[in-house]
């Protein structure tokens, strides 16, 4: 009985060997994934793996953007800009657009920076208008369907914008960002219900041994009890730009704050929950090395910090993204010039311990920016950004969809590159300090700009197109692996 499971399932793999043999030759063969083997007795399913890999680019002949997407019951959706103009894009699993809309409010040039979805899958888009003098701070929900159902403008004479935002558990919004009434950049939060009234707004202050602190809000989580916010702030007499953590209750008044203080500037901080009830937060530092580093510090539920690394490829590292993963470890998105040709979009896996599990880079000849990551269904990647390399003229959006080891077969004649970084983790020994961080309602004006909505059909070029239907390869005898390996190794 067990001898002829065997041999069925011998069977099964040299079927699928010579179907590789006999077909479309390459091509086929480098849809082929080999299973990590951890036990060659084994005739359980050793892995259950993503194959389906693709990459698209979305734009018109203008400048155009992605930066955030949030998962939808068939794809995502996702905001940036299409041609100076706020843009909701909807995508199926494969890339394919369902539809898609821009903004145009007041003559003003609009950026949709961050999205997300209610429970009854509308969306909220936050971001920023340029009115002519300064910049404004935006919000807007749409239906399903991408049909605008409010919009906000929340202004005062200096510039002001939202970053971030978050829907919160009672399909509400949490928007992060700054606000300038004092003539100097505000951490400013904003609670709104599902229509768009605002629960509380709340601009973050400090001010230690005579020095105010300035700064921004970037990213959120909730939590049972408040949120807990990610800023960056500076202090007034050095001017250097520190990641600050904080928890509010569900109004918004402050409970704790910590600033973890380094030597130089971070730019950028995205936060995110852990599985133990902490947080993982990624910032863009300074502090180092020479170049600016991916900076991840995994912290507990009162901030405090389990483990901390800067990752380095020896040039120039952001990170945008970071998100846990479903295995415990965490998938970390940006960009990095560490492969030449200008920034590619780069991911990194890392494991629960912050240890680098795979790193690589995607991208053309010219400048590629991933801003976002999402962990796909499937067990692989989706990185969005924008791109120079690829598109209908000057920049567009791009989406990377990789297998579960980052993987994907750019098509030969697009030009896209798949390379790994050598990026080395180092230790880093930041320690975080209390301080207090108070709070004030600022005045700033509530306005309802007038919006057109125009459809949208981005050109969309693909430099990736395998779709092949998921394999799961089972009981891999020692003769299959040998020319399933061999059959890779002769794409390479
Ligand atoms: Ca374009
Ligand atoms: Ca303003
Ligand atoms: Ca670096």
């Known amino acids: 009985m067990h001898s002829q499971r065997k041999i069925s399932k011998n069977m099964v793999m040299l079927v699928i060997a010579m179907i590789v043999f006999s077909a479309d030759g390459v091509l086929l063969i480098s849809h082929i994934n080999v299973p990590q083997i951890q036990n060659s007795q084994s005739h359980e399913i050793i892995e259950h793996r993503s194959t389906s890999y693709w990459a698209k680019s979305y734009g018109t002949s203008d400048y155009d953007d992605f930066y955030s997407a949030v998962p939808t019951n068939n794809g995502y959706a996702i905001t940036g800009t299409y041609s100076g103009n706020v843009s909701l894009t909807a995508i199926d699993d494969d890339g394919g657009v369902s539809w898609a809309k821009s903004y145009y409010m007041e003559n003003s040039p609009t950026i949709g920076r961050s999205i997300g979805v209610t429970s009854s899958g509308q969306y909220t888009i936050a971001g920023s208008l340029y009115n002519g003098n300064d910049q404004d701070a935006l919000v807007m929900m749409t239906t399903s369907n991408g049909n605008v159902k409010w919009v906000k403008k929340l202004s005062t004479s200096y510039d002001d914008m939202f970053y971030g935002s978050m829907v919160t558990g009672d399909d509400g919004n949490l928007l992060l960002g700054f606000e300038g009434g004092n003539g100097y950049d505000s951490v400013y939060v904003v609670k709104m219900d599902t229509s768009g009234n605002i629960i509380f707004d709340k601009a973050y202050s400090s001010n230690i041994d005579g020095n105010d602190m300035s700064g921004e809000a970037y990213s959120a989580v909730e939590v049972s009890d408040g949120y807990v916010i990610a800023a960056l702030m500076r202090k007034g007499d050095t001017g250097i730009t520190n990641v600050v953590v904080f928890k509010t209750d569900p109004n918004g008044l402050v ?238």
């Open 255 to 492: 409970q704790w704050a910590k600033e973890y203080n380094t030597t130089k500037d971070e730019h950028n901080v995205v936060i995110d929950k852990t599985s133990e009830g902490g947080f993982i937060v990624g910032a863009t530092s300074e502090a180092f090395s020479a170049t600016y580093d991916a900076w991840v510090m995994k912290l507990d539920s009162s901030g405090n910090i389990v483990w901390q690394y800067a990752y380095n490829t020896g040039d120039t590292d952001f990170i945008k993204s970071v998100r846990q993963t479903s295995d415990g470890g965490y998938v970390v998105a940006g960009y990095t010039d560490a492969n030449g040709g200008g920034y590619r979009f780069w991911m990194m896996k890392l494991n629960s311990d912050g240890d680098i599990v795979w790193q690589k880079t995607y991208g053309g000849s010219n400048f590629d920016y991933s801003t976002d990551v999402h962990e796909t269904s499937d067990g692989g990647y989706i990185l969005f950004g924008d791109t120079y390399s690829f598109g209908a003229g000057e920049r567009d959006g791009w989406v990377v969809k990789t297998d579960s080891n980052g993987y994907i077969d750019f098509n030969v004649d697009s030009n896209a590159t798949i390379k790994d970084t050598s990026a080395t983790k180092k230790a880093t020994s930041v320690s975080p300090w209390s301080f207090d961080l108070s709070s004030e309602s600022p005045s700033i004006t509530v306005s309802t700009p007038q919006v057109t909505t125009n459809s949208i059909d981005p050109d969309v070029k693909t430099q990736s197109d395998s779709t092949i239907p998921e394999m799961s390869i089972v009981a891999v005898p020692i003769a299959a692996v040998a020319i399933v390996a061999l059959l890779r190794r002769s794409e390479h």
